[in-house]
């Protein structure tokens, strides 16, 4: 069975500093992994994905992605955090048999000036 | 860009209502869902769609049916409210595309049942 998970509801980080926001999961296949922002009040907004090929994935925002197969992880980076990137971060997961898509918990990341 | 739209920001009925939310794509994709956001739990499907007419029940179906006569419309409805129904409804659409499809999200709807 897929799952993910997200094992921080918060994390909190200065401004200006490296942020990660971390996501392992288990599928029976080959994974394809996404990362979505929520803002307040507002849908999913899509970050980046990791289909196949480099293990590192960059996305929208300046955020980037780096995929661990031996560690089944999936953890979101950004080299310097921006006040603005406060949001709820959801990692998520499709099993390439199947149309459904697991999502995480969420990480609620709060940047502070 | 695609457009998910769905038909209220808000929306308060009260018990035993039948509720219907609407949601439609703009980008001609196949794949449509249903998920439910709460607090902690994060997204959890409760209907999709991969074609009109077809659907798919996810992990929480109970108490809710879904309709997709159209490609670009799938609606979720209530068949009677209840207050554990209390939620934030969000839509999906996708294409299945290289097979890692991208799901594109609505604002969502949050629904309150009194």
């Known amino acids: 069975a897929q799952s993910v998970a997200q094992p921080e509801d918060q994390v909190n980080v200065a401004e200006g500093n490296p942020l990660t926001v971390k996501c392992t999961y288990s599928?029976?296949?080959?994974?394809?992994l996404f990362w979505y922002v929520q803002y307040p009040n507002r849908g999913l907004q899509f970050l980046l994905k990791?289909?196949?090929?480099?293990?590192l994935v960059k996305g929208s925002y300046g955020f980037e992605a780096e995929f661990n197969k031996s560690q089944t992880s999936f953890h979101l980076k950004k080299p310097s955090a921006l006040v603005s990137d406060s949001a709820l971060y959801f990692c998520?997961?499709?099993?390439?048999?199947?149309?459904?898509?697991?999502f995480g918990t969420g990480t609620r990341l709060k940047v502070l000036a | 860009d695609v457009k998910v739209t769905q038909s209220s920001r808000y929306l308060v009925k009260r018990t035993g209502e039948k509720v219907f939310l609407e949601c439609v794509q703009d980008?001609?994709?196949?794949?449509m869902f249903w998920y439910r956001q709460d607090p902690g739990l994060g997204l959890r499907l409760i209907y999709f769609?991969?074609?009109?007419?077809?659907?798919e029940k996810g992990d929480i179906p109970e108490g809710y049916s879904v309709s997709r006569e159209k490609k670009e419309r799938f609606s979720l409805i209530l068949e009677s409210a209840s207050t554990n129904q209390t939620s934030m409804y969000l839509c999906?659409?996708?294409?299945?595309?290289?097979?890692?499809?991208?799901?594109?999200f609505g604002p969502g709807t949050r629904l309150t049942v009194l």
């Open positions: 999906a659409s996708s294409s299945p595309g290289t097979g890692a499809d991208t799901q594109y």
């Open positions: 599928v029976s296949g080959n994974p394809y």
């Open positions: 990791y289909i196949t090929g480099d293990n």
């Open positions: 998520a997961v499709r099993d390439e048999g199947t149309y459904k898509y697991i």
């Open positions: 980008m001609d994709h196949e794949n």
């Open positions: 769609s991969y074609d009109v007419k077809m659907k």
